[in-house]
């Protein structure tokens, strides 16, 4: 038997990281003395510990080890094609980054108008469709699209409605006025806090009334995103069905940390639980980031209503039909209300087309 030092020394795991995979059942020690809980491990475990090392240095989260892992014990090519399909996801969304990179420098470097640019004018083909659903008496949902303006808000509380409602017409201005592509990240950051404060008039000092938000500014290039909650965002490229939000949930960070699947979170009593939102409380700082566009796009909004529901593989089925937005975003409402439609769902949905 080898001592957790000595194990951590040849597996080049830290004890630290021992103790937290054993808490996570993802490396149980052989054996813990009953009278000081020293671990002790077996040197077959070496090769479980390896493993894990590995995977962790492939950046893939604690969750998805702990099915690589049992996957392994009962049939290794099983856990293999587990390691291919998470390195093609990582792959895949590399290559939009790496493409955000790319337009970065060379907007950097050479300007907006500079030689070599691309003089094809991009715009939005957009459609938003809100519905209460098959159980709620009332719909607290808003869903927006415009020229340069798409948001989802879900709000709650007794005045969930004017909630997500006020969050929303807060940013509407940004839909008509010209939004130079430089500073879009600080005037959508500014918009939010007007639309905070309007969470708040409606509350009138109840704390709890508030609304979640995600919302797309366009520039006629790029896509500016500000999230807060648990709405997403999602983009469809090349047939590829990426998520661009995360979720502000006390599951999500539970999966985080590994101490959830995602299959445990999407049936946990608590998944509905936020750590962020718009409300009448402390303000809470979104994410902000900024999405390169390109012809061909599309582009999701939508509340928990259709996320809780409707799995991403048909999300993205349906997305990857060639109809327009407003019979994709009809086709997706009725989705979640086909799977029993528990909640208010809210969608939208938009194409980025050559002008």
Same mark, same amino acid.
């Given at each position: 038997?080898? &001592? ?5 020394k ?7 990281a021992l103790?937290?995979?054993d808490?996570?059942?993802l ?13 002790y491990?077996?040197a077959?475990?070496l090769?479980r ?6 995977? +962790? ?12 892992c049992?996957l392994?014990?009962?049939?290794p090519s099983?856990a293999?094609r ?6 093609? +996801? *990582?792959e ?5 980054? +790496? ?5 970065? *420098?060379?907007h950097?470097?050479?300007? %907006?108008?500079g ?7 991009l ?5 938003a ?21 798409l ?35 600080d ?7 007007g639309a ?6 409606v ?8 609304t979640?938000?995600t919302a @797309? ?7 500016? @995103?500000?999230?807060?909650g648990?709405?997403r ?14 979720d ?6 539970m *999966?985080d940390?590994g101490?959830?699947? %995602?299959e ?9 639980l936020?750590?962020k939102?718009? &409300?009448?409380g402390s %303000?809470?700082?979104?994410? @902000?980031?900024?999405?390169d ?7 999701? @909004?939508?509340s ?8 991403d ?15 994709t975003?009809?086709?997706l ?10 909640d ?12």
């Amino acid at each position: 038997m080898l &001592t957790i030092g000595a194990f951590a020394k040849a597996s080049r795991l830290s004890p630290k990281a021992l103790r937290l995979y054993d808490e996570l059942d993802l490396l149980r020690p052989a054996r813990v003395d009953p009278d000081t809980g020293y671990r002790y491990y077996a040197a077959a475990q070496l090769e479980r510990a390896r493993l894990v090392a590995w995977l +962790r240095r492939l950046g893939m989260p604690l969750a998805e080890i702990r099915r690589v892992c049992l996957l392994h014990d009962r049939d290794p090519s099983a856990a293999a094609r587990e390691i291919r399909a998470f390195w093609a +996801r *990582v792959e895949a969304e590399t290559a939009v980054r +790496r493409d955000l990179a790319a337009f970065l *420098v060379d907007h950097l470097t050479t300007g %907006p108008d500079g030689p070599g640019k691309d003089t094809a004018m991009l715009e939005l083909r957009y459609s938003a469709h809100s519905d209460t659903g098959r159980v709620r008496p009332a719909n607290q949902d808003t869903a927006y699209a415009g020229t340069r303006l798409l948001a989802v808000a879900d709000g709650f509380g007794p005045a969930g409605a004017p909630a997500s409602s006020a969050a929303v017409e807060a940013l509407r201005f940004l839909d008509t006025d010209e939004v130079p592509a430089g500073g879009v990240l600080d005037i959508l950051e500014d918009a939010v806090r007007g639309a905070e404060q309007a969470v708040r008039d409606v509350a009138d000092g109840s704390g709890d009334v508030g609304t979640t938000l995600t919302a @797309l500014l366009w520039t006629g290039s790029r896509l500016a @995103l500000v999230h807060i909650g648990d709405s997403r965002a999602y983009l469809l490229r090349d047939g590829e069905l990426f998520r661009i939000t995360h979720d502000h949930t006390m599951v999500q960070s539970m *999966v985080d940390e590994g101490r959830l699947t %995602p299959e445990e979170a999407a049936s946990h009593p608590q998944r509905a639980l936020l750590l962020k939102a718009l &409300t009448s409380g402390s %303000p809470a700082a979104p994410d @902000l980031r900024l999405h390169d566009a390109r012809p061909g796009d599309r582009y999701l @909004l939508c509340s928990d209503g259709l996320s809780g529901v409707v799995p991403d593989t048909r999300v993205r089925q349906l997305l990857a039909t060639p109809a327009s937005p407003d019979e994709t975003v009809r086709a997706l409402v009725e989705a979640a209300n086909t799977a029993g439609g528990p909640d208010n769902v809210s969608c939208v949905v938009a194409d980025v087309v050559e002008a």
